[in-house]
């Protein structure tokens, strides 16, 4: 059902009944390592290219929550998945695998809750019986894409941040065990004239401050109604642009309650500047760790804010500012 | 409502309540100019690059339909497209400008459908009063990016096809005057190990045959159900391809109800190779010359078959085969 402007409250709300995370070496070195089902020995995973083995990680993803819920992928009527690279060509290979219907999707870091979004809307209403959905980056196909490749050694500013190798799946049915999605707010693109590619945090923070401020309207609640309302990748510096902007709205924010996924992937002597990043990085989080928050009951009511910076070496070498865009989604233990 | 593996019948057929089609100099010059609603008289559009011309015939497009239907932006609540240039930056900007809630697609040249599908059942269960979806491409910037920058004289063979410039938009909504949108099959990914990237047409043949019998099959119908099915760009051979895989297969398809939106945009004297291609292609076909087509009451029932080839330049470098998709529309006259 359409509550507000831009939000869904699902009235069947659908479970995510089993999820998939896979990283490489550098996140089975990171702080939840605990919460990934599986992790690569390095970044080839036994494939030719970085792009391959970026298919791959989302192929082993959809193959664990698949087999978690002992659900076939013949059963599963709908993936919804996307990615950085040009084309989105990983999804694309990995979908060929998969040979289940396929609806690309492209948000960059906000990528998993568009899908999360789309793909409780299908189940909730029986317009799905499953729908597998997630997002994936591979760190070393994203640096020689949008960067340089990684053996040039090229130097970086304390505000970049490090895009994660993974991949977090998530299968969402009608009915089952789990935590349910109860609400989604899609955001629209923000813009507020940053032009610093190295600092794309900062450029996504107002993104997700305006979507977050739209889902508090448009469900008419506010930062009580949540146990942690989490970001899906501003890290360091975005994170703290973020709560000033609620601070300087009248609408400030608990800190404590307020995450970022970013700021979670890695250990503190981890070199990865202001944090993690990369679609992966809010499936990761959210698909590994967060849901086993929820099902512990150490949350009851969570909403994850995936953002994303809709730029590419392009519109930055063309001058152009960092267009960007948050969607929410509501994760809650039901009784 | 889900009938079948992957296909939805909508109880509450949305409709099309009005549509924008915009094109370049060559498309001016076309075989269904009359059904554009604008031209632009070069591939500038007045802007400083090919990639921001094609952010503006985007919102162009998007102006010309609101516009049309007398729908203010802050009327509708979800705008889902897509394009083939990285990070679909084009569409990020036309976004940008437009602040309508934003869900970025990719399915190549399949991404038409694909929106209009999920726009559609959207509308049809009331989780948007009114989406605006569609998809667009620019000739000399998918040169550039794909191929070779055009000054540079690249010499193609017969089973080229040229990328159409141009958007095409179609705002949905639940009740007005209008064709529906009554089902939408949605595709997964096929791959016959075709490697040519300039025989696409070739390539996504077996993915549209997939497609439509999928359709058939979740909808229990034949192609007599159709007055017309038309596919995305399969262009000249392609098509034939697509003709064959049917007769092969026990289900022959009428020839003369089977066409092909690659082979409508263009005149026979202009030099497209196979024929038309790009995400616009079946965007303006559809939401231009069908549309006012089944207003005029010369078609009832048509099904569009939106193709799409997911590959990149760098899967090609690769020596990797074409993954490729279609997902089917079916729009009709309802009394």
Not at 38 to 58: C, G, P, R, T, Y
Not at 272 to 284: E, N
């Amino acid at each position: 059902m359409l509550q507000g402007k831009a939000t869904w409250t699902f009235k069947n709300p659908p479970v995510i009944v089993s999820t998939g995370t896979v990283g490489g070496p550098f996140e089975e070195q990171g702080n939840i390592a605990d919460d990934f089902d599986l992790f690569f020995s390095d970044q080839w995973m036994e494939e030719k290219s970085f792009e391959q083995a970026h298919s791959h990680l989302i192929e082993e993803a959809s193959t664990i929550a698949l087999k978690k819920a002992n659900v076939s992928k013949d059963k599963v009527n709908f993936f919804l998945h996307g990615d950085l690279i040009n084309q989105i060509t990983p999804t694309n290979f990995a979908a060929r695998e998969l040979k289940i219907p396929y609806l690309g999707l492209f948000s960059a870091c906000a990528t998993s809750m568009e899908g999360l979004a789309i793909s409780s809307l299908f189940v909730s209403e029986g317009n799905a019986d499953y729908a597998l959905t997630g997002a994936a980056s591979h760190n070393s196909a994203a640096e020689r894409q949008f960067r340089y490749p990684t053996e040039y050694g090229s130097q970086k500013p304390d505000t970049s941040q490090w895009t994660v190798t993974g991949a977090g799946m998530a299968l969402v049915a009608k009915d089952g065990e789990g935590p349910r999605v109860t609400s989604a707010t899609i955001g629209k693109v923000i813009d507020e004239g940053m032009t610093d590619p190295f600092n794309m945090g900062g450029a996504m923070a107002p993104a997700a401050f305006d979507t977050i401020t739209q889902h508090f309207n448009d469900r008419n609640v506010d930062e009580t109604y949540y146990d942690l309302i989490i970001t899906g990748d501003l890290a360091k510096y975005g994170r703290l642009i973020c709560l000033d902007l609620f601070s300087k709205n009248q609408r400030p924010i608990d800190e404590s309650k307020f995450k970022d996924c970013g700021l979670m992937v890695y250990k503190d002597d981890q070199s990865v500047f202001a944090g993690a990043s990369g679609p992966a990085c809010s499936a990761i989080v959210t698909y590994g760790h967060l849901l086993k928050k929820l099902m512990k009951n150490e949350y009851q009511r969570i909403l994850v804010v995936a953002t994303g910076a809709l730029l590419s070496p392009l519109t930055v070498q063309q001058k152009q500012s960092i267009p960007c865009i948050a969607h929410a989604v509501s994760i809650e233990n039901l009784s």
